[in-house]
């Protein structure tokens, strides 16, 4: 599998569920031009694979990551880039055995730091943490308060922020330990997805 080096923290867009795929190439191709070089394609109940494959065509020619949520099979069938795994996907260890050990592979710790500590010995590469602030995706996901993110990093794995995060509230997030921010309806609802994108990269710059 081709694996592609990008930055170690930055924006980590996460595609919106529910666009007619024609609508969401646009706008990812918006954000990629603008030097995004992280996605996560979420798409419920499950991943289309031709998006899948036209999605990853379009972050191998910008250089940038293509992570599948919740589908390892269809990750390492297309050779994107990394797996993200929630409660109710499977363990770690049983996904890794799954895609083969080229494979990223991120989990959703929610606001549980043992949790996450159980994620990291079984395997996960990446730990995700959220909701940080309300978020219009997940109105009911529980809240992880920015400590959790400080205290998250001495597990030694890259720590994602999801939930609510925009370009106004971003930079406490950065501070609190995030490497990556995950960004849905912020960054694609936005009147300009490209320069959105460039606002939340100038944070990383800067911090």
Not at 34 to 47: D, F, S, T
Request: charged fraction near 20%; aromatic fraction near 4%.
């Amino acid at each position: 599998m081709h694996q592609v080096h990008v930055p170690s923290s930055g924006l980590y867009a996460i595609t919106p569920a529910g666009w007619p795929a024609q609508k969401l190439l646009a706008a990812v191709d918006e954000a990629l031009a603008a030097g995004l070089r992280r996605l996560q394609y979420r798409a419920k109940p499950r991943p289309d694979e031709s998006v899948a494959r036209q999605l990853l065509a379009r972050c191998r020619r910008a250089g940038a990551q293509l992570i599948i949520n919740d589908d390892a099979a269809l990750a390492a069938r297309i050779g994107a880039d990394g797996v993200h795994v929630g409660r109710d996907d499977g363990d770690p260890a049983a996904i890794r055995r799954q895609a083969g050990a080229g494979l990223i592979v991120g989990a959703s710790c929610y606001n549980d730091l043992e949790r996450a500590r159980r994620l990291a010995q079984a395997g996960a590469d990446e730990l995700a943490f959220g909701s940080v602030h309300a978020s219009p995706t997940k109105p009911d996901a529980v809240h992880c308060p920015l400590n959790v993110l400080t205290q998250a990093r001495e597990l030694g794995r890259p720590v994602i922020a999801i939930g609510g995060i925009s370009v106004d509230n971003a930079t406490a997030v950065i501070s609190a330990g995030a490497d990556w921010l995950a960004v849905g309806s912020a960054l694609f609802s936005a009147a300009d997805i490209g320069a959105t994108t460039r606002q939340f990269q100038e944070l990383f710059a800067s911090s």
